[in-house]
C-alpha cells in the first residue's frame, strides 16, 4: 500500500476512534460542553478537531500539505488525549470513563476504546514521521544529484 493511501486509511480509523470516543462523552454525560450545554471546556475545544481534519484531508489530497502536517495532527492528538484522561493533570482520569456508565462492562469496553484511540494516534504519528523523513530523503537526495549536475534548484 503507497504512503498516501496509508496515511488515509489510519485518519479514517482516528476520526473513527475520536467520534467514538466524542459520543462515549454523550452517553455517559460527564465532560461534555457547548454544543451539548452552556459550558466552554476541553469538550468544545476538541470539536475543533473536525474542520482541522476536513481542511486537512483537502489540502492534503491537492497535495498542498504532506506528512507533516499529519505528524503535528496526529501526535498533537496523541498528546492532547493523553493529556486530559491519564497523569497527575488529567481532566477527565480513567475512572470518570469506565465509572460513568451504568454497567461496568461497558465502561471499561468505553475506557478501553479510550486506550486504543491514544494507541492508534501514536501509530499513525509514527507512520507518518517514517513517510516524513522518507520524503525528505527523497528530497535531499534529489537536491544532491542537481548540484553535482551544477543545477540549481
Same mark, same amino acid.
Given at each position: 500500500?503507497?504512503?498516501?493511501r ?8 482516528? %476520526? ?8 462515549d462523552?454523550?452517553?455517559? /454525560?460527564?465532560?461534555? &460542553? ?13 470539536? /475543533? ?6 481542511? &486537512?484531508?483537502?489540502l ?26 491519564? /497523569?497527575?493533570?488529567? %481532566? ?23 486506550? *486504543?484511540?491514544? /494507541? %492508534? ?13 522518507? *520524503? ?15 543545477i540549481?534548484?
Amino acid at each position: 500500500m503507497d504512503t498516501r493511501r496509508t496515511i488515509y486509511l489510519l485518519t479514517g480509523i482516528a %476520526v473513527a476512534f475520536s467520534v467514538g470516543h466524542h459520543v462515549d462523552h454523550l452517553i455517559r /454525560g460527564n465532560a461534555v &460542553g457547548w454544543p451539548v450545554n452552556g459550558d466552554v471546556n476541553a469538550f468544545t475545544m476538541s470539536l /475543533g478537531i473536525y474542520p482541522l481534519l476536513a481542511a &486537512g484531508m483537502l489540502l492534503y489530497r491537492a497535495r498542498r500539505v504532506g506528512p507533516a502536517f499529519w505528524v503535528l495532527i496526529s501526535s498533537g492528538g496523541a498528546a492532547l488525549v493523553g493529556l486530559l484522561h491519564f /497523569g497527575p493533570l488529567a %481532566v477527565e482520569p480513567p475512572h470518570l470513563v469506565h465509572g460513568g456508565h451504568d454497567s461496568p462492562i461497558v465502561g471499561w469496553l468505553a475506557f478501553g476504546w479510550l486506550v *486504543a484511540f491514544v /494507541g %492508534v494516534l501514536i501509530v499513525t504519528s509514527i507512520v507518518e514521521a517514517r513517510a516524513w523523513y522518507a *520524503a525528505r530523503q527523497s528530497h535531499r537526495a534529489a537536491d544532491r544529484r542537481l548540484a553535482a549536475e551544477g543545477i540549481d534548484r
